[in-house]
């Protein structure tokens, strides 16, 4: 079992920067890719970001491409999402998650944070 902790979430105004954290604790979290994936208010979980175990590949949702970086420290378990250029429809709860591949499938994660809220105000 892998238990993942979002933090880092909050207020910000539109054009801002947000640094959002997931830290691992239970089995090892260096063997599995990350994910991250936000969901607002009366819409689908969207995929935002994910990272192979290695680092070595990343893949990004199109909505973000260009302003959100994922990165990893598997000596401290944790996971990063930077978000910069904030925008309004950037608001939601960002969740992390973890797999063995890495994959856009929201569906397809095996483990979850209990997510952390972002909200951009215009």
């Known amino acids: 079992q892998v238990q993942l902790v979002e933090s880092g979430g909050g207020l910000v105004q539109a054009g801002g920067s947000l640094r959002l954290s997931c830290a691992a604790s239970g089995r090892s979290f260096s063997g599995y890719a990350a994910g991250w994936f936000r969901q607002a208010p009366g819409k689908e979980r969207e995929f935002v970001a994910a990272m192979t175990w290695n680092s070595a590949r990343t893949s990004y949702g199109d909505s973000v491409k260009g302003r959100f970086i994922i990165s990893r420290d598997n000596a401290k378990n944790t996971v990063f999402l930077q978000m910069n250029s904030l925008k309004p429809e950037d608001t939601a709860v960002y969740y992390c998650?973890?797999?063995?591949?890495?994959?856009?499938?929201?569906?397809?994660?095996?483990?979850w944070g209990q997510g952390t809220q972002v909200t951009v105000s215009s």
């Open positions: 998650a973890a797999n063995s591949i890495l994959t856009r499938l929201h569906t397809l994660y095996d483990y």
